[in-house]
């Protein structure tokens, strides 16, 4: 690729190109255009700066330019976020290099007070359920479908026996949660463990009509109860507590940061991640790429090299 080109510069800001990155991306229309507003404000700055030919520079000099310009840390966010998927899907496509791949976009104010749980540490979490009671078989279902499948503590909470249902070829769980209005046009597809964990509670549980909570009370008072956000939170804690993680940096939210972290981690792309998460903003999953970067990073060791002339 060429990046001293200025045609080829030309034909990344020509309305087919953008056009061609909004199809790839395979969002809703709001998030559509989103992107196509922010990379839009990208693409005049370099016209008014007259840069016909951006290299890295150029997209720090933006960055700045934008926090400078009084916009809020999520608005930045925001903006350098479209340029960075713009550049990785022109790299991509073979069209100019990835210019912003070095670019980290300024903190927002929303750090996550949770820990997130190793893969290690969720496989013992699970390991530990006793699964030989409807209890412990309730319970594993809904630290595999937190843990896995990154749902929330309300999600949980309102799920019945038959949102559990078939989509087409796949097993899917319909969704009533966060800022939702009941609709259930949301849903997730269920993996091969979450699928034989609700498949093996509901058997143990017995028959239930289809508009019955999916997780339930077990004992004699409460049976059949719809299970609260407050019992869902304190079910989370003690499973964690008995696998030997009792730290107030754990809780049931914790298991939503280990299902968008270990997909991160695991390479998944981060629109992926988004539409998985049901975040609203993509700047939210940028939250967790960002951890993950800040976690890989080797720069104090690299620094003690310097000094030390090698690692103490």
């Not at 409807?134 to 630290?143: D, M, Q, S």
């Not at 968008?260 to 790429?289: C, D, M, P, Q, W």
């Amino acid at each position: 690729m060429n990046t001293q080109s200025s045609s080829t510069v030309e034909r990344l800001m020509d309305e087919a190109c953008l056009e061609r990155f909004l199809l790839s991306l395979n969002v809703r229309p709001r998030s559509v255009a989103a992107y196509r507003h922010n990379l839009r404000a990208f693409f005049n700055y370099l016209v008014e700066q007259g840069i016909r030919q951006p290299v890295s520079e150029h997209v720090f000099a933006y960055r700045n330019f934008l926090v400078k310009e009084g916009k809020k840390p999520s608005t930045v966010h925001a903006y350098i976020a479209a340029v960075r998927m713009f550049f990785r899907w022109t790299a991509d496509e073979g069209l100019y290099d990835n210019i912003a791949e070095s670019i980290r976009v300024p903190g927002s104010g929303h750090i996550h007070r949770r820990d997130a749980l190793t893969a290690h540490q969720a496989r013992n979490v699970l390991g530990k359920i006793d699964c030989s009671v409807l209890k412990g078989l309730r319970n594993y279902a809904i630290v595999a479908l937190m843990t896995i499948g990154g749902l929330r503590c309300i999600e949980v909470s309102r799920a019945k026996v038959g949102d559990f249902t078939r989509r087409g070829k796949n097993t899917v769980l319909y969704i009533y949660g966060k800022g939702r209005d009941g609709s259930g046009a949301e849903y997730i597809r269920l993996s091969p463990c979450i699928k034989q964990a609700l498949r093996t509670y509901l058997d143990k549980r017995g028959k239930v009509e289809p508009e019955a909570p999916l997780f339930a009370g077990v004992g004699n008072r409460n049976r059949h109860a719809p299970l609260s956000t407050r019992m869902i939170s304190k079910i989370v804690k003690d499973c964690l507590r008995e696998a030997g993680y009792d730290s107030d940096r754990l809780c049931a939210h914790s298991l939503r940061h280990t299902a968008v972290t270990l997909a991160l981690k695991g390479g998944e792309k981060l629109e992926a991640v988004k539409e998985f998460a049901r975040h609203t903003s993509v700047n939210t999953t940028l939250i967790y790429s960002h951890a993950i970067d800040l976690e890989r990073s080797t720069c104090s060791q690299t620094i003690e090299r310097q000094i030390w002339g090698k690692e103490r």
